[in-house]
């Protein structure tokens, strides 16, 4: 062990000691507090005087009409447009971010700064919220989508660190196996991610330069993912069943050991059936802690060392306990919740290597177990179910046979009037937004569980002092506006994961599923009249109509013709195999040794080295005949709608052609952005295009929908292509079925060639985001689209 090893391990033991000492003596003030029940007169005068701004006094009929007017939180747009009509947007907002500064920026509600920021804030937000947005009913808040992130990091100059970070979170996703719980590894990630920006962003003056600005958000992006990868990779994965003990023991000694000497240990000779997962999961934690470790200074550092070795350290103390122990002392309860409900915010102020605040550690140290014990109380089920100690399943199930067990739902309480009057010394603000939390936590808990359940766990809980918890009781009964936007933003993420989740899973199952029917469709008969050996053309054609084609235009023709506009599937089956008839055709063109030479498409030899150069361009012509002659077989449409198609399809047909001959004019010329755009859609994004548009022109929708497909089109038809070119110079071959580096060796512009790898990325989610902003104009489902959208820049092939 090295010099520096030595002294991290010091640092660390010393803190722990030091730490436990301290919630030590934060335990026996609270335990001295809930013995005597001090905490009851207190906080009776308190809510008293709460009430009067949340219980009133409504007639027959304003209880009527408020019961017409309010919407469920659920619909989220109403509902905020519900508080701003009644005059409680303000309060509503104000209370849920003096919580956000309380709980995550450990702020006094009392400082003049704070209360400035605060307000300026609640003012960003409401401007945010009411501002028309043009979404679809249902769609998520614009902040929310990939879209509004990115458009948020190319205002902050951060375009770089936020796709970095999209292509994280979409590699964690892929990567949590089915025993964990991927969404809630999102949301944590996610939620990590904002706080560390948070703090980041309240540390920063708003005379900031720019730059500097710019560079300490992207850092802030980076830190939090790397830090909240501590949750699903640590956290998560040791409290779940996916690993057997002894792989939960070797793992946390490796965690362990990292934090006490500053080093990661090599993964080793791991074997099993979870290896796979565990050699990602060592790689991503190995290159996170060596960023934060990276960005510490001399000061900070042992301070980062400490803080985490005393929350991994108390968490695995906790982990350690089992339900069927029945002799856990109090302090052996509660001391590590304390350490490591505190320490998990303290931890955040080091990952960002700010200056010490004495203020904020204080508050933040006897702020946390208040968050620990509601957050507990909200999953104690949950928790019982899978055998997790905490203070509440410990005294569910010990309550009757320990009477020296301390009531947790007593001590919660005695944590509210301590920190009311004791730690934010009696300030009105705190007093307020604290309650508010309190009695809307038991409220969503009540409905959560229903009346009955509820009732049965406050018999056993609120038996303290009756005339305190008859209070509390009329309170969670009859109190109003306790509700918080943070609470709002969680279920509607949650909903929203949700949602997404099953979306793709649709859109997958319907991508297979019309994918295999269009392979149907699609073989050319024999021409029977002719021997086979004189028709080589159509054994040629299916040749490269078999291959193991991505079948997008045609799939998205069936989906938005059948699904969006109610047209019949038989009839339009000419359509998809014209659309794939044009499209085989351009690529046959397009591997030709005349134009981009290749060898291999689709995971086969290109059709002119099994045939013949000769063969290989008659073919494409007999296919783009045989497009024109399905087009005119629309016999279940009205004639001149099909005349109007056909028009149609034979002007992106023209701009297909001028896309190629552009692209082989171009070879070996250094092409501007603008002509690169203009040639990207003549190549790829006018078959996007006439996908959407052909399916519209058939079931005559108008003309304004029409032009939002066309600019939607264009859009991702245009990241699709500048994919293609990133998937070529970083692409797997085998996974690709194709060569890489093709456009290297033909000497063609590319958005890769023309503006970087890291240029052409930005270029991608710039157009991604003007995709998705044209779907706003769309008065129809687009979920297919936007997960196609999503497909489009974020596939391997």
């Not at 030595?6 to 609270?30: C, H």
């Not at 195999?577 to 981009?596: K, V």
């Not at 896309?659 to 994004?685: H, I, R």
């Not at 006018?686 to 005559?700: K, N, T």
Request: include cysteine; hydrophobic fraction near 40%.
């Amino acid at each position: 062990m090295n010099l520096m090893s030595v002294e991290f391990t010091n640092y660390a033991d010393t803190g722990y000691r030091l730490a436990e000492q301290r919630a030590a003596q934060y335990f026996s003030s609270l335990y001295g507090q809930v013995k005597e029940k001090t905490y009851v007169p207190v906080l009776t005068k308190d809510i008293e005087i709460w009430k009067r701004s949340h219980v009133r006094h409504r007639s027959l009929w304003s209880w009527f009409w408020r019961g017409q007017q309010q919407p469920d939180t659920r619909d989220y747009e109403r509902y905020i447009g519900w508080l701003n009509y009644t005059g409680k947007l303000d309060d509503y907002l104000d209370r849920s971010v003096s919580y956000i500064y309380m709980r995550d920026l450990g702020q006094a509600l009392d400082a003049p700064g704070t209360k400035e920021r605060i307000r300026q804030v609640v003012a960003d937000i409401k401007t945010g919220l009411l501002r028309p947005t043009g979404t679809n009913r249902g769609d998520p808040p614009e902040f929310m989508s990939l879209a509004g992130f990115y458009r948020w990091a190319q205002k902050e100059g951060i375009e770089t660190a936020a796709i970095w970070v999209i292509d994280k979170l979409k590699n964690v996703s892929a990567h949590i196996p089915k025993e964990l719980d991927a969404g809630q590894a999102q949301r944590k990630l996610i939620k990590i991610i904002l706080g560390v920006v948070m703090h980041v962003i309240e540390e920063m003056e708003e005379e900031t330069p720019p730059a500097e600005r710019s560079r300490r958000l992207d850092e802030a992006i980076r830190l939090g993912y790397s830090y909240g990868l501590t949750y699903p990779f640590i956290d998560d994965l040791l409290d779940s069943r996916l690993l057997t003990a002894v792989e939960k023991e070797r793992y946390s000694r490796m965690i362990q050991a990292a934090l006490l000497t500053g080093i990661v240990p090599e993964l080793g000779g791991w074997t099993g059936d979870n290896v796979e997962f565990i050699k990602y999961v060592h790689s991503e934690l190995r290159e996170a802690f060596e960023y934060i470790k990276g960005l510490q200074r001399p000061e900070t550092v042992s301070t980062f060392f400490e803080q985490s070795y005393v929350f991994f350290q108390a968490q695995d103390i906790d982990r350690a306990k089992e339900l069927s122990y029945a002799h856990y002392s109090n302090e052996e309860l509660y001391i590590p919740v304390i350490l490591k409900s505190a320490s998990s915010r303290l931890i955040v102020r080091s990952v960002i290597h700010a200056s010490m605040d004495e203020g904020f550690d204080h508050r933040t140290f006897y702020y946390g177990i208040y968050n620990q014990l509601a957050d507990d109380f909200a999953d104690m089920f949950d928790d019982m179910e899978g055998g997790a100690v905490t203070p509440y399943t410990y005294y569910l199930k010990y309550h009757n046979q320990r009477p020296d067990l301390i009531n947790p739902y007593e001590l919660y309480w005695t944590v509210i009037g301590h920190l009311i009057h004791n730690v934010y010394r009696s300030d009105i603000k705190t007093r307020e937004v604290i309650l508010d939390r309190a009695i809307n936590g038991l409220k969503r808990c009540k409905e959560r569980l229903g009346d009955d359940k509820y009732n049965e766990v406050m018999d056993i809980f609120a038996s303290g002092d009756p005339d305190f918890h008859r209070l509390i009781g009329r309170m969670v009964r009859k109190a109003e506006d306790v509700d918080f936007f943070d609470k709002l933003l969680r279920d509607q993420m949650n909903t929203f994961l949700k949602n997404d989740r099953l979306e793709k899973e649709d859109f997958q199952t319907t991508v297979r599923a019309v994918r295999d029917q269009i392979n149907s469709l699609l073989p050319i008969p024999q021409n029977n009249g002719t021997p086979e050996v004189k028709d080589p053309l159509t054994g040629a054609a299916n040749y490269s109509l078999e291959g193991d084609g991505k079948r997008l235009r045609p799939i998205l023709t069936w989906v938005m013709g059948v699904n969006e506009y109610g047209l019949n599937a038989s009839a339009i089956a000419p359509l998809l195999r014209s659309l794939e008839y044009m499209h085989t055709a351009s690529l046959i063109f397009d591997d030709l040794p005349s134009q981009d030479n290749a060898s291999t498409r689709r995971g086969r030899p290109t059709l002119h080295e099994v045939h013949d150069s000769a063969t290989a361009e008659l073919t494409g012509l007999f296919l783009i005949q045989r497009a024109i002659k399905e087009q005119a077989s629309l016999d279940r449409f009205d004639a001149r709608t099909v005349l109007a198609l056909m028009q149609y399809s034979a002007g992106k047909a023209e701009e297909i052609c001028r896309g190629q001959a552009m692209d082989l004019q171009s070879k070996g010329k250094v092409l501007t952005l603008a002509e690169l755009n203009q040639l990207c859609f003549y190549k790829t994004g006018a078959a996007f295009e006439a996908s959407l548009v052909m399916p519209a022109i058939l079931a005559q929708v108008e003309d304004r929908e029409i032009a939002a497909l066309k600019t939607f089109a264009y859009h991702a038809g245009i990241a699709f292509q500048i994919k293609d070119d990133l998937l070529d110079v970083e692409g797997d071959r085998h996974v690709l079925g194709k060569p890489t580096l093709k456009d290297l060796d033909n000497n063609s512009s590319t958005f890769v060639s023309v503006l970087g790898s890291g240029g052409a990325r930005k270029a991608m989610w710039e157009h991604y985001c003007q995709a998705v902003e044209a779907l706003r104009e769309v008065p129809r489902n687009t979920a297919f689209l936007k997960h196609l959208l999503d497909y489009l820049v974020n596939r391997d092939r």
